[in-house]
């Protein structure tokens, strides 16, 4: 199989049930038919992900998603705003929509997105259904930005639409809605004041009935240690360095500050650090904004690996 294939390819594959890589304004996804329960499989078990863990469709526009999830009042307001974008949202399943079980892991609720990268949105058009897409990495892994990322991570077993560098760098952000509550399930570029504007009330924490079984407390991880907020590097360390820095850092996600210019580049830079061996260490983020999301997928990248 070639590794690399081109968007009509790419909505052959779905139609045939097959796997495939493609661009989104976030990371790359791994693709498969929404519908076809072996498709669906095959997603698990290409990323070696644990089947309680639900995936996020992705649909065309709010009228598609209507067809799988309920959407009301704030619901509909927040995709009005947001949408197409990086914004994922939860909301309850809709009584006999036509996705595979394994889609929600048997969970009453559906995670609904609507993808702004033009290269996603031109197969989703074409293949004229949703499509089901975790990040295109092995389960607990650094989330793919670039089409390499992904031909390394599947050794060349899943064929990749390249759309270049994914713009945002970071997983969307995802709300759940539930009677009316709004909760922050993952930190991303649409920030909780973003979110706060268009509700006219603050986001409230993950609760018992709503969370995001994916947000492990280890995740995005490097094989490399990880320490974060280091002002200086230690003995062995590569620093991974934010804004101005007084010792030289082996990268910086951002020398000007920039949160977003830091978001583009945080995977793919702790992917070129881990790919040789020796601990690293990350200079402080500020915690606002972008940032929030920035410090959550480090967190989850120093957290300790189960083993
Ligand atoms: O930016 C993104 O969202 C990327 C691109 C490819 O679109 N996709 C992505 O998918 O990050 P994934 O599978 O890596 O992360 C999806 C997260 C998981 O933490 C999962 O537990 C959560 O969404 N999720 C999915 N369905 C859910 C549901 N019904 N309720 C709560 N959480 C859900
Ligand atoms: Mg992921």
Same mark, same amino acid.
């Given at each position: 199989m070639s590794a690399l294939c081109s968007p009509d390819d790419a909505v052959a594959y779905l139609k045939a049930g097959k796997l495939v890589a493609l661009p989104t304004e976030t990371v790359y996804g791994l693709a498969a038919? %929404?519908?076809?329960g072996g498709a669906v499989a095959a997603i698990y078990e290409t990323k070696g992900r644990p089947r309680f863990n639900p995936l996020i469709l992705h649909v065309l526009d709010v009228h598609q998603a209507q067809q799988y999830g309920q959407i009301e009042g704030l619901a509909q307001a927040l995709m009005d705003a947001f949408w197409p974008g990086p914004l994922t949202l939860v909301v309850p399943l809709r009584d006999n929509a036509p996705v595979a079980s394994l889609v929600t892991a048997g969970l009453e609720t559906i995670a609904l997105r609507s993808p702004a990268h033009p290269t996603a949105r031109q197969i989703l058009a074409a293949f004229g259904h949703p499509f089901v897409a975790p990040? %295109?990495?092995?389960?607990?892994r650094i989330s793919p930005t670039e089409a390499t990322h992904v031909l390394a991570e599947f050794r060349d077993q899943v064929p990749v639409v390249d759309g270049g560098p994914c713009p945002l760098g970071v997983e969307s952000t995802i709300v759940g809605l539930l009677e009316d509550k709004v909760s922050l399930l993952r930190p991303g570029s649409v920030t909780p004041e973003d979110i706060k504007g268009v509700i006219g009330k603050p986001l409230l924490p993950p609760t018992e009935k709503i969370q995001?079984?994916?947000?492990?407390?280890?995740?995005?991880?490097?094989s490399n240690p990880l320490r974060l907020n280091a002002a200086a590097p230690e003995a062995e360390e590569r620093l991974l360095g934010f804004g101005k820095m007084t010792s030289p850092p082996a990268l910086n996600l951002s020398e000007g500050a920039d949160l977003k210019e830091a978001a583009a580049n945080l995977f793919t830079y702790l992917r070129r650090l881990d790919e040789s061996p020796g601990p690293i260490a990350v200079a402080p983020i500020p915690d606002k904004g972008l940032g929030i999301a920035i410090n959550d997928r480090l967190r989850r990248a120093a957290a300790p690996k189960p083993s």
């Open positions: 038919d %929404a519908a076809d990040s %295109a990495n092995r389960s607990g995001a079984p994916g947000m492990m407390t280890s995740h995005y991880a490097p």
